[in-house]
């Protein structure tokens, strides 16, 4: 089952989106703002459905914190502005789709539909993805499984398991974790990485890592 986020100030429209989408087996959040959205970038999401026009803020600022924390996940832009500058922009910015107001709900449905049929349905079957102990990690999607059971991690919580995955059995202090994952604008304390590891651990508990006291983790995967 595919995850899908919908953005759509239009109370009305956002639920007749939402209800055609569910129809078809997806499992569908949705919101009706640009702030209320933003928790939902750390979130499993395969595919994002932004309306440009929001109550506070525009649907651009949004694509872009996507494609920036997630570039492989495909973006179809929504806009009532018909001049076409917005599905420029959007295609420049990196979405993937564009569908311009008003539109049938079946077609967005379709687009929808196609559109996940190119980003994961014809994947090469290992081509995406890794091995990390019993875990099978795809790096197109981003996502975890164990079991075929769908191991539900925050984005620097997967980010912290690739950067293990592509560093095994060398040990890596918390400054290289910290740097690699949030970036070397981030001012807070190293010890997020310890959390972060924490909850690894409760999520993932057959990953191993090792704790190098002192100075940081090691995964012996």
């Known amino acids: 089952m595919y995850n899908i986020c919908l953005i759509e100030d239009e109370k009305d429209l956002n639920n007749i989106l939402k209800l055609y989408l569910s129809k078809e087996g997806f499992n ?44 492989c996940i495909p973006v179809i832009i929504i806009s009532a502005r018909g001049d076409g500058l917005d599905k420029v922009l959007g295609l420049e910015m990196g979405c993937d789709d564009y569908i311009a107001k008003p539109f049938l709900p079946e077609e967005l449905v379709l687009r929808t539909k196609k559109l996940l049929e190119r980003f994961y349905e014809f994947d090469k079957p290992d081509k995406y993805t890794v091995k990390a102990g019993p875990y099978s990690i795809n790096l197109k999607r981003r ?55 924490k909850r690894i651990r409760k999520k993932m508990p057959l990953l191993n890592i090792e ?11």
């Open 211 to 221: 704790t190098i006291y002192g100075y940081g983790y090691r995964c012996n995967l």
């Open 28 to 71: 569908v959040t949705s919101y009706l703002n640009l702030t209320d959205t933003k928790k939902a970038l750390d979130e499993n999401i395969d595919l994002w459905i932004v309306d440009i026009m929001l109550p506070d803020g525009n649907g651009f600022e949004l694509l872009k914190e996507i494609k920036h924390k997630h570039k």
């Open 143 to 197: 996502l975890v499984t164990y079991n075929n059971e769908i191991v539900n991690l925050t984005s620097h919580e997967y980010d912290i398991v690739l950067y293990f995955i592509n560093n095994k059995f060398i040990a890596l202090s918390r400054d290289k974790i910290l740097n690699n994952v949030w970036g070397d604008n981030y001012f807070g304390s190293d010890r997020v990485v310890d959390s972060h590891i």
